[in-house]
């Protein structure tokens, strides 16, 4: 038990601490175990190269490593670590979430049409120039992914841990996909509607983000430390809210952010009629009915429309009252750590995660 909360300035640096070791921790193993596996796939043949190439670019060359170091905070809590040396004994676990996040991003590009990612094209849109033809380039971005999702499990099962602790892994790590399937599913028809109910948006958002950005990581990484189904449930009612204000804050962002900061587009999510929270707010606003009917969901919306509902965001109160949810959101978070007591390093580091996740700028 941590004898008393940490500062704010002590729970960052301890986050920050945190978020570092696990880079260069997988960083080190990921690169070299890639590389096998790309070298592998170039000798099939070109396409199979290609698509394997434009994974491993993917998921080596950017990203926080967020999910993965969950996974070690969730190893250390279990373990009670009083330091991240531990971070070794899950390495391979670590680097299983960060592809299975490039099979998920490699698809959801593709199905959100977006041409960048990580500072370069999109996988789809590299595969399309590499193999000379949208059809060829888009299906075997799908099977990059595909691919990816193969990788994701083979790596989790390289874990060098009890059996009985990767079998319990292996089976967060599976309910984790089906929870994005669903949750990713269930969003495709909401945006088809237009249904915006707050309640299934944020059923959304936890099925398809905080399943596999909190939830899934930490309780995976507790997974692989032995930690009882007690203490799994726990970490999952600290990382539900935690993961749904991640979301809720980026849906802000990719409202009121700076894109050359979060590299979202202007307009983007308000374009593709994506299922947010601020969306939801909105349509209890008569005013704004006219306005969301002409222009929402609308790839040809007009610079004028789109400027005129992220207004009533404002007037309306709609920003207000989702920037007030996740902060209750985030208090849920902090209950339900203290609630949980960890001993060791994790602490503190999960209390900077709450702040680091949910009031961020990017």
């Not at 592998?40 to 394997?52: C, N």
């Not at 060829?136 to 990059?144: F, Q, T, V």
């Not at 991640?246 to 700076?258: A, E, P, S």
């Not at 349509?283 to 610079?303: F, I, M, T, V």
């Amino acid at each position: 038990m941590n004898a008393r909360p940490p500062t704010d300035e002590a729970a960052r640096d301890a986050y920050a601490a945190l978020v570092a070791g696990t880079r260069q921790v997988v960083d080190r193993r990921l690169r070299p175990w890639l590389e096998a596996r790309v070298a592998r796939a170039r000798e099939i043949s070109f396409e199979s190269g290609a698509a394997a190439e434009e994974l491993a670019s993917l998921t080596m060359r950017g990203g926080k490593r967020v999910r993965a170091a969950l996974v070690g905070a969730g190893y250390a809590a279990a373990k009670g670590a009083q330091d991240w040396d531990c971070l070794g004994d899950v390495a391979m676990g670590m680097a299983a979430v960060e592809i299975l996040q490039s099979y998920l991003l490699v698809h959801d590009d593709w199905m959100d049409h977006d041409a960048v990612r990580r500072g370069a094209p999109s996988v789809h849109m590299a595969l399309r120039g590499r193999l000379g033809d949208e059809a060829s380039g888009d299906a075997a971005a799908i099977l990059a992914g595909d691919y990816g999702c193969g990788l994701a499990q083979e790596a989790l099962c390289e874990v060098d841990l009890p059996p009985a602790a990767v079998l319990r892994a292996v089976q967060v790590f599976a309910r984790v996909q089906v929870d994005v399937v669903i949750g990713q599913l269930a969003e495709l028809e909401g945006t088809r509607r237009h249904e915006h109910a707050r309640p299934s948006v944020e059923l959304v958002h936890e099925l398809k983000t905080a399943s596999y950005t909190v939830t899934g990581p930490l309780t995976l990484g507790a997974a692989l430390g032995g930690a009882g189904e007690e203490t799994l449930s726990e970490l999952a009612r600290f990382g539900r809210p935690l993961g749904i204000a991640f979301q809720l804050r980026d849906d802000l962002l990719g409202v009121f952010g700076d894109s050359s900061a979060t590299g979202k587009p202007v307009y983007g999510d308000l374009r593709e009629g994506k299922r947010t929270a601020l969306v939801a707010e909105l349509r209890a606003d008569g005013p704004s009915k006219e306005l969301l009917a002409r222009a929402l969901g609308k790839a040809d919306a007009s610079e004028e429309d789109l400027a005129a509902i992220v207004a009533r965001m404002e007037a309306s109160g709609a920003r207000a009252r989702v920037e007030a949810r996740v902060e209750e959101l985030l208090g849920e978070a902090r209950d339900a750590l203290a609630a949980l007591r960890v001993e060791g390093v994790a602490g503190p580091a999960l209390e900077g995660a709450v702040g680091a996740l949910g009031q961020r700028s990017t």
